[in-house]
């Protein structure tokens, strides 16, 4: 299981994963396109050149799994250890000079998505070493609505531009082990001796 830590992990892992592949028609002269995750304060001002952003605008309790809890692994293996699991919520905007160059960077970071949409513990073992060796987060097209897509453009002041909505499932988040009862006090012991 992840510590919180494993959010940033999985975003940066994703920002890592498309510059990693962006192919040089793409990022270098004249397109010179760049991969970037976007936080609010990035999108409140207007955005410029050739972006493909990814923005977290959502964390959501997966409903499927909030009341699972897992069997320890290891050597002590003591009991069961409970988690809070997350699905991220982002968008993947593509900003561009040019219609043309918008329209090959969406479609290019579709396509890689589409062939390649897990994340494990490869891309994110140097951000969150908690992470599991047999997690993975898959990647895929997240259902939203028009207008809610806009309602979220509204609120910023940077002109809309091509976004795609997209879902990573899910992370699982560790939570502080349950107290455990032990049996009565039945016995005290006091120490003895000379003052």
Do not use: C
Request: hydrophobic share 40%; net charge negative.
């Amino acid at each position: 299981m992840a510590s919180y830590k494993g959010v940033q992990g999985a975003l940066v892992a994703l920002e890592d994963f498309f510059k990693r592949r962006l192919p040089s028609e793409l990022s270098e002269e004249p397109v010179s396109a760049t991969v970037s995750l976007l936080g609010s304060a990035d999108i409140a001002q207007t955005l410029s050149g050739n972006l493909l952003g990814i923005y977290l605008h959502r964390i959501t309790i997966d409903p499927h799994g909030r009341t699972r809890s897992f069997t320890q692994q290891g050597i002590s293996q003591n009991g069961r250890q409970h988690e809070l699991p997350v699905n991220l919520h982002f968008l993947l905007i593509a900003n561009a000079t040019s219609a043309t160059v918008e329209a090959d960077l969406m479609a290019w970071a579709m396509v890689e998505l589409a062939n390649n949409s897990q994340i494990d513990i490869s891309h994110i073992q140097d951000i969150d070493d908690e992470w599991g060796q047999h997690e993975t987060l898959n990647i895929s097209p997240d259902e939203m609505s028009t207008e809610d897509l806009m309602r979220i453009w509204d609120v910023f002041e940077s002109p809309y531009t091509s976004t795609v909505p997209f879902v990573a499932r899910t992370i699982r988040l560790r939570l502080k082990p349950q107290r455990s009862s032990g049996p009565d006090v039945i016995t005290r012991v006091f120490p003895e001796g000379s003052l």
